[in-house]
């Protein structure tokens, strides 16, 4: 959420001072060329950069930090987890997780009436 956040600000900031080029170019300073509008929201968004930045500087250190134990938790549950996806078999013949009042998490299988018919192939006609 906060890379789309980041982008869009970027994106929004890096637009900002083309909206009046010709204005800018008359003028003394590039600031000059800008409505009140414009330089408000230019303003507003070098603001939110300059605060965003410690976080997504410590995202990163955090992404780099958690990247290999990421890799060492796949390479070591991947064959379980693979395992684990053949016994289901397919995820939409199961009514989504319940918790009990002891804690435990049960996944209820659909009865063949509750499961929706497959989407018909092409070429073939449902009727």
Excluded: C, W
């Excluded at 968004?45 to 290999?68: F, H, K, S, V």
Aim: net charge negative; hydrophobic share 40%; aromatic share 4%.
């Amino acid at each position: 959420m906060k890379r789309i956040v980041l982008t869009s600000l970027v994106a929004f900031s890096l637009a900002a001072p083309v909206a009046g080029p010709a204005r800018a170019q008359d003028a003394g300073t590039p600031d000059e060329g800008l409505s009140l509008m414009e330089r408000g929201a230019q303003m507003f968004l070098e603001g939110i950069l300059r605060e965003m930045e410690p976080a997504m500087r410590d995202l990163r250190d955090l992404a780099e930090d958690m990247g290999p134990e990421l890799r060492r938790f796949v390479q070591e549950m991947g064959p379980a987890f693979g395992e684990l996806m053949g016994k289901i078999d397919d995820l939409s013949a199961y009514h989504p997780p319940e918790m009990l009042p002891n804690g435990d998490i049960i996944m209820r299988r659909k009865t063949p009436d509750e499961i929706e018919p497959a989407p018909p192939k092409e070429g073939e006609i449902d009727i």
